[in-house]
C-alpha cells in the first residue's frame, strides 16, 4: 500500500471522529442553552461520545493496519529475518507468567508481536499491559473499582549465549511489581551481591543458585547492562531463565503507533520506527549475544 493510500485512510478516521465531535457538542451546547435541559445535555454528550467510538473503531483499524503492513512490516524486514510480525497478536500471557518473575494482576493485554532472528539471535518482542483491579470504600460505604497499571512496556526475548540451570532475575532498584524478593515467595532464590558495588547499588539480584549469578553475570556483562540501562528510557529488568534472556522495559509506551490525527511525515515516521526497532536491537548488540563462545553445558 502506497503512502497516499495509508493517508487517506488516516484523514477518512481523523475526519469522521473531528465532525462526530463538533455535531455532538453543538447538540450538547444547543440542550444545554437553548432548551434549557442540562440532565439531557450531558446524557447527549456521553451517548455522542459512545457512538462516535462506535462508528470510529473500524476506520481507525483500518488506518493502523494499513500505516504498520507500510511502514512498520517493511522497516522490519530490513533487520530481522524470518520475520513474522502480527500487529493484532501479542505474547501470550503465560510466557511472562512461566518465568515467576513478574506478578500478573487480573487483566493482561499485548500487541505487536515481533518474532525474528537478527545476527542469527532469535528474537521475541512484543507490547504487554499488565492491570491489577483494585477496590476502595468510601466512608460511606460506596465501592469503587480501578485499574492499577503493574507493567506497560516491551517484553523482549532473546537468546542467551551461555547455558545455566539456575534462573537469575536482575532488576532494576525502581522497577515495581517484579515478583521475587518479596515475602512469602514459594520460589528459592536467594538475593546476590556482586563485586561491582555501583551494580549492587543499582540493581537487584537474585538467583536460584549464586555460583550461576556470578557465571553470567561477568564484569564484562554488569558494565555492558550499565551501559544499556542507562541508554533507554524506562526500567528495566533482566530474568535469565532456560538459558533465555528476557527483558522487561517499563515505559508506558506503544511501539510502532502513529496516530490518525497528525499528517504522516514519512521521512519522520521511519526515523521513528528505526528507533524502536534500535531499542531490539541494541540488547543484542551490546550484550553481544551473537557470541557463542561461551555458549556450552554447565
Known amino acids: 500500500m502506497s503512502v497516499e493510500e495509508v493517508e487517506k485512510l488516516r484523514k477518512k478516521a481523523r475526519n469522521i471522529l473531528l465532525i462526530g465531535l463538533f455535531i455532538n457538542i453543538v447538540i450538547a451546547v444547543v440542550l444545554f442553552y437553548l432548551v434549557r435541559m442540562p440532565f439531557l445535555s450531558f446524557l447527549t ?5 459512545f457512538i462516535i467510538n462506535f462508528i470510529l473503531k473500524k476506520p ?32 501470550n500471557e503465560s510466557i511472562i507468567m512461566n518465568t515467576g518473575m513478574m506478578k500478573m494482576g487480573d487483566r493482561y493485554t499485548s500487541n505487536d508481536y515481533v518474532s525474528g532472528k537478527y545476527k542469527n539471535i532469535n528474537v521475541v518482542q512484543a507490547d504487554v499491559h499488565i492491570e491489577d483491579e483494585r477496590q476502595y470504600t468510601d466512608s460511606d460505604g460506596n465501592t469503587t473499582t480501578y485499574w492499577v497499571t503493574l507493567f506497560r512496556g516491551r517484553w523482549m526475548i532473546f537468546d542467551f549465549n551461555k547455558k545455566f540451570k539456575a534462573n537469575i532475575q536482575v532488576r532494576h532498584k525502581s522497577f515495581e511489581n517484579s515478583k521475587l524478593g518479596n515475602w512469602g515467595d514459594k520460589v528459592k532464590y536467594q538475593k546476590v551481591m556482586m563485586e561491582d558495588q555501583e551494580f549492587n547499588n543499582t540493581f537487584k539480584i537474585y538467583a536460584q543458585n549464586e555460583h550461576d549469578a556470578f557465571y ?17 528510557s524506562g526500567k528495566l529488568l533482566f530474568c535469565f531463565i532456560d538459558n533465555k534472556l528476557h527483558v522487561g522495559l517499563q515505559n508506558n509506551k506503544d511501539s510502532f503507533e ?41
Open 45 to 49: 454528550f456521553f451517548v455522542g461520545i
Open 60 to 91: 481507525a483499524r483500518n488506518f493502523i493496519l494499513a500505516f504498520k503492513e507500510a511502514f512498520v512490516l517493511k522497516s522490519l524486514k530490513s533487520v530481522f529475518t524470518d520475520l513474522d510480525y502480527k500487529p493484532e497478536k501479542g505474547l
Open 258 to 298: 502513529h496516530g490518525f490525527l497528525i499528517k504522516i511525515n514519512e521521512e519522520k515516521v521511519m526515523d521513528e520506527i528505526s528507533k524502536d526497532i534500535k531499542l531490539i536491537t541494541n540488547f543484542v548488540d551490546e550484550l553481544s549475544l551473537d557470541n557463542d563462545l561461551f555458549r556450552r553445558e554447565v
Open 216 to 232: 553470567i553475570l561477568t564484569p564484562a556483562l554488569m558494565e555492558k547492562i550499565k551501559k544499556l540501562t542507562a541508554s533507554v
